[in-house]
């Protein structure tokens, strides 16, 4: 076995609101289609990884904006943190396992136990940044899992491919002034949230593509534009905010992938892992509304990480 498996039952007790998209049912539909897939047969689980530490989100996120999370948290009822993200009593808890979660697919993935991992976690993350919620985020897991890949472990060059298909804007204000980060973001624009299509870094790709992009454009920039960068960057480890939410069947946005182009990209991504990285994958759920469509694409993908 050299997949991972990691989530934690208390990333089912967040919710955002009712009838907030961003549901615990979501877990529930990755969870029924791996076992519907016999796929967790193949998979080395981890149900109980530890929460962040103030350490971790330190590395990340303001310590006002730390302070500020805890100190909203509600004993009871749901509290707004801006019109799309709100904490309720579990939240709190939720948004540290989750990222607890990729900090330990790091430590698990670095110590050789697994080549990859997926943390099936949510509330997801790739919006927050250094000091602000967003887009049904509250701490910024994938970032976390960077942050403790450079300072814990000791590596000089990481990359993060997000192919949510909204921009990684709270990644991207983390890393954007860190070189030894790789920022490859694919998503829709004009879009939410509105930004990325302009940035210029050395060390920043973001490719915006239109609303209706294909599985064949989508992945003729990927070749063109994405797999360049990672072979210029050389990354010692490849973190991935995976979101599903650009499945055609997908409506909070516009693009028209399918599974077979989720598991496409992750095998394109394994294999610049395998030239440089030691195959060494953490990916990061994100978005992904589509109950249906969801539980496919996730299975899809984890069988490429599984290499079945
Ligand atoms: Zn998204």
Redesign the pocket.
């Known amino acids: 076995m050299h997949t991972a498996y990691i989530t934690h039952p208390v990333c089912q007790r967040h919710l955002a609101g009712a009838g907030h998209p961003e549901c615990p049912e979501r877990l529930s539909a990755i969870d029924d289609r791996l076992h519907a897939a016999h796929l967790y047969d193949h998979l080395y689980h981890f149900h109980h990884p530890p929460q962040a530490t103030r350490e971790h989100l330190l590395r990340v996120h303001d310590a006002a904006y730390v302070d500020r999370i805890f100190g909203i948290s509600p004993a009871a009822g749901q509290v707004q943190l801006d019109p799309d993200t709100a904490m309720n009593p579990h939240s709190l808890s939720a948004a540290l396992h989750a990222a607890g979660s990729a900090i330990e697919a790091v430590d698990e993935v670095m110590k050789g136990q697994v080549q990859n991992a997926f943390c099936a976690v949510r509330p997801p993350g790739h919006h927050a940044g250094r000091n602000h919620p967003g887009g049904f985020c509250i701490f910024n897991n994938v970032a976390c899992a960077a942050a403790h890949a450079l300072e814990a472990h000791g590596l000089t060059r990481l990359a993060i491919v997000d192919f ?3 921009h990684g804007n709270g990644t991207e204000e983390i890393f954007r002034d860190d070189p030894r980060v790789l920022l490859v973001s694919t998503f829709q624009h004009p879009f939410y949230p509105h930004c990325g299509a302009d940035t210029t870094s050395d060390h920043v790709v973001n490719v915006p593509l239109p609303a209706g992009t294909t599985g064949q454009a989508y992945r003729e920039a990927f070749a063109t534009r994405v797999m360049p960068a990672l072979e210029r960057h050389r990354p010692q480890i490849i973190l991935l905010s995976a ?1 599903f ?1 650009g499945h055609r069947e997908d409506d909070m946005a516009h693009f028209n992938l399918v599974e077979a182009d989720y598991a496409w990209i992750t095998e394109q991504v394994m294999a610049a892992a395998r030239a440089h990285a030691s195959d060494h994958i953490v990916s990061v759920l ?2 992904g509304y589509n109950l249906n469509a969801l539980g496919r694409s996730v299975a899809a993908h984890i069988k490429a990480l599984a290499g079945l």
Do not use: K, L, T
């Open positions: 949510d298909v909204h979101g939410d994100e978005g």
